[in-house]
């Protein structure tokens, strides 16, 4: 491929939310700007989720440090930042994950629909930006089409549930009026925000807390919920009637014993729901009156039997996305070849109006129907001669022959003329 199609991304994956948010780019036009000017890319496309922040580019001649120096005057982190969180891949891969993000299969909760309204959200700012460009954009549309089929296909977006979002519904079907209880969140990472993306879809409430209050501010900013201190949450448990657990502490937080003298203080019972693993609440909690402990592994086995029949899918899918990878890499390597093609169909055509018009003015021709006729006939030879040389330069392009494309540009003076407009 002449032009090399890259992804930086920064993922749940890879990095907490609570690091993943220092990653945040806060002004996009600004950063296509800066992008396009200092990293070397031509056209690029920046997805930004709770979950991800990503870059995908276009360019002949790109520099990922200079990609990552550019990433990090816009963000005010140092360049040593990215070494340890960011991935990069290019053309094959960069195309292979953009099709895995549209299809859901490299979401936190497989098949998950918001990611695919998120991508095309994308694809328009960084159109309107004027930041992406032939290659982008093709690739992006081409990319929501294939994505939206799987999905169509496979019902890999049907008949799934993910733990935070079971630990919601449990609790739903458990407390009485839960929009009007005090709801607690111990934790910032991979399951708590599935929980927080849960709350907030449904309109909920909630406070949340983790070993320092940086991390929770950071959490908040991005997922919802409001930020309380760590140490008041640990000596206050009553003031609490829904408490979500999803830490990897080695130890348990939750303990009998504070528990104990929260419900002496309490009026009303508590309901206590351990995502963590290991465990970080004490299962004697279970044995105090008027609470109620579930733990991962009883919403983990509720979980499974609704996922099971997406995870059955995921294979399928991986296939009809590696079979789509190099149809869509072909029609990206073809696209090199369009300015050639399509300059050369511009100047043979000047050429043909041209000696048409001439050939006119000698027959003195005046009759509307008969000039149509001589017209017609000259697009029709124009096009027979010169459709097979176009059609084999695209072939040339797909097949990533460079050395072809080359030798057509100096036959066909393109560099030449080029310059010369």
């Known amino acids: ?50 979950n991800r922040i990503e870059l995908f580019g276009k360019a002949k001649n790109y520099n990922i440090s200079k990609i990552k120096k550019t990433w990090a005057s816009l963000t005010g982190l140092e360049e040593e930042a ?3 969180n960011i991935e990069f891949v290019e053309n094959s891969e960069a195309i292979h994950h953009l099709l895995k993000l549209t299809s859901g299969l490299d979401s936190m909760v497989i098949g998950e629909e918001q990611i695919l309204g998120q991508i095309k959200n994308s694809i328009t700012s960084a159109r309107n930006a004027k930041a992406s460009g032939q290659h982008l954009n093709n690739l992006f549309d081409k990319a929501i089409r294939i994505g939206t089929r799987i999905r169509n296909s496979s019902g890999i977006n049907r008949g799934g549930i993910s733990v935070g979002s079971m630990a919601v519904k449990l609790a739903e079907e458990n407390v009485d009026e839960l929009k009007l209880k005090k709801i607690l969140l111990i934790g910032t990472g991979e399951v708590s925000t599935l929980v927080a993306k849960s709350l907030v879809r449904r309109g909920y409430d909630f406070v949340v807390t983790s070993r320092t209050m940086d991390r929770s501010q950071a959490f908040c900013e991005t997922m919802g919920g409001k930020p309380v201190k760590f140490e008041d949450v640990l000596s206050g448990f009553e003031n609490y009637d829904v408490l979500f657990v999803a830490t990897t502490a080695p130890y348990f937080l939750v303990t009998q014993e504070r528990i104990v003298k929260a419900m002496k203080i309490k009026k009303s019972g508590m309901m206590i729901l351990d995502l963590s693993n290991p465990r970080t609440v004490d299962e004697k909690v279970a044995t105090i009156g008027a609470v109620k402990l579930m733990n991962l592994d009883q919403i983990a086995e509720m979980v499974e039997k609704n996922m099971k029949s997406r995870l059955n899918k995921v294979k399928s899918v991986e296939n009809i996305i590696s079979e789509e990878v190099s149809v ?16 050369v169909f511009k ?9 048409l018009q001439k050939a006119l003015q000698m027959l ?4 509307e129907k008969k000039i149509k006729i001589i017209e017609e006939l000259t697009k029709a ?29 100096k036959l066909f003076d393109y560099k030449k003329q080029k310059e010369l407009d």
Do not use: W
């Open 364 to 367: 003195n021709e005046k009759d």
């Open 82 to 84: 990215f070494e340890e």
């Open 1 to 50: 491929m002449n032009q090399n199609i890259i992804n930086a991304r920064i993922t749940f994956r890879n990095a907490p939310i609570h690091i993943l948010e220092r990653f945040t780019i806060r002004d996009l036009e600004n950063a296509y700007v800066h992008f396009k000017k200092h990293s070397g890319l031509e056209e690029c496309v920046i997805i930004q989720t709770c």
């Open 381 to 409: 030879v124009v096009e027979s001669i010169v459709s097979t040389p176009m059609n084999n330069i695209r072939k040339a392009s797909e097949q990533g022959e460079p050395d072809i494309i080359e030798m057509a540009s």
């Open 328 to 343: 869509l890499e072909a029609s990206m390597k073809r696209l090199d070849a369009e300015p050639l093609v399509k300059d």
């Open 347 to 355: 100047n043979i055509d000047s050429l043909r109006v041209k000696e």
